[in-house]
């Protein structure tokens, strides 16, 4: 019996490479580097502003001051938090099916709770969301199980009777971690060197609607 679904944003429900990889190429311009192919940064951008960064900057990296690059990324990015970014195909009927067949969900995402709670707010599908924690809601982070078990308890549910979907090894642990059943969401940002069949996942899916066959 599944009485909740959580998620992971970036990559799960939302495909927002595009402006990620924006802000990434805004800051190598101010450092005078070379900027990142869309296909260099894509595969990437689950890694939020530190992979990204690393990405970009290579060894360079610690030459400069992570912090301010940081804080660079970010500030560009909320400026441009949706120019580009777009529900995932099949994710909007699956949220409409779940509202309707009162099965709340919610997210949990790694991505800083304020820029998280922006970023949904364009996307009226998301806005049913009944739980939001982003990566310093609280002390841990994923892989840490934490934040899931966290929102288990704001939606009233067991662990044991949720359900966590991601498309990042991190998420696999975390879920895994939580006792909630962990889902591979095998349409994000899977590397070409990663192996999803070695992250121990109770199922790896290719499209957001096979979730119902999960549910019902």
């Known amino acids: 019996m599944i009485n909740a679904v959580l998620f992971d944003l970036d990559g799960t429900l939302l495909d927002t490479a ?3 990889g924006a802000a990434l190429n805004y800051v190598l311009t101010e450092c005078e580097l070379p900027t990142v192919a869309k296909e260099q940064s894509r595969p990437i951008a689950s890694d ?21 690059l940081r804080e660079s990324f970010l500030a560009y990015y909320e400026e441009n938090i949706a120019n ?38 364009f996307y009226p599908a998301l806005n049913s969301s ?22 288990c308890e704001k939606l009233s549910v067991a662990p044991e009777s949720a359900l966590y979907v991601g498309d990042a090894l991190r998420d ?45």
């Open 18 to 20: 595009e402006d990620l």
């Open 48 to 68: 939020g502003a530190k992979g990204l960064l690393e990405l970009g900057f290579g060894e360079a990296l610690p030459q400069y001051d992570y912090n301010k």
């Open 84 to 121: 580009n970014t777009k529900l995932y195909s099949g994710v909007e009927p699956l949220l409409a099916i779940l509202d309707k067949s009162n099965i709340p969900w919610g997210i949990v995402t790694n991505k800083p709770e304020a820029l998280a709670r922006k970023l949904i707010a």
């Open 130 to 151: 009944k739980v939001l924690l982003g990566g310093d809601s609280l002390p841990q982070r994923k892989p840490d199980p934490a934040p899931i078990r966290v929102a």
């Open 172 to 216: 696999i642990q975390a879920s895994n971690a939580a006792q909630t059943t962990s889902i591979v969401a095998n349409w994000g940002y899977i590397k070409s060197t990663d192996d999803v069949f070695q992250w121990k996942a109770d199922y790896i899916l290719n499209d957001p609607a096979e979730i119902l066959q999960l549910i019902n």
